[in-house]
């Protein structure tokens, strides 16, 4: 049976001991979490992709370029004042080129930039909707992790 995941280092740790390919499926369900803050048909491409353990690289690279123009794209809405939906819809393409970025030395792994950037597009609904929830997106994402590591 495996560890309760009930914290950011519980879940770090969780994710260190996966294979690209599950870290890479696991980044795709969180980024699915939020999914529906954007609109955009790259990012439901790229969590296809992040999801689907067969692709080949070349067809990974191909989904994660991109999601990553398009995030890219997006960061300039950062800067707007308080438009939440579309600073939403940023980090929620930052989350999925996370989730499909290719591994680099000395960098954190996908699925927990992935995470980050999801509860970042989180935090801006409910800014944009005015409202909290009761359980957060980390509790949903230690969740996700725990269902899906064996």
């Not at 980024?31 to 067809?59: F, I, K, M, Y």
């Not at 989730?99 to 409910?126: F, H, I, T, V, Y």
Request: some cysteine.
């Amino acid at each position: 049976m495996p560890s309760r995941i009930t914290n950011d280092q519980s879940l770090r740790d969780a994710i260190g001991q996966l294979s690209a390919t599950q870290q890479r499926a696991l980044a795709g369900k969180f980024v699915a979490s939020v999914e529906h803050l954007s609109a955009d048909p790259r990012v439901s491409r790229a969590v296809q992709a992040a999801t689907n353990p067969e692709l080949n690289p070349q067809e990974i690279e191909a989904a994660y370029k991109e999601v990553k123009s398009f995030a890219t794209q997006t960061y300039t809405a950062c800067g707007r004042d308080a438009d939440w939906a579309a600073q939403a819809e940023h980090f929620v393409a930052a989350a999925a080129a996370a989730s499909l970025a290719p591994d680099e030395p000395d960098e954190s792994k996908g699925a927990w930039r992935a995470a980050m950037q999801a509860r970042m597009a989180k935090n801006c609904e409910m800014i944009l909707n005015n409202e909290g929830g009761l359980a957060n997106e980390s509790e949903r994402q230690y969740e996700l992790a725990e269902a899906f590591i064996p």
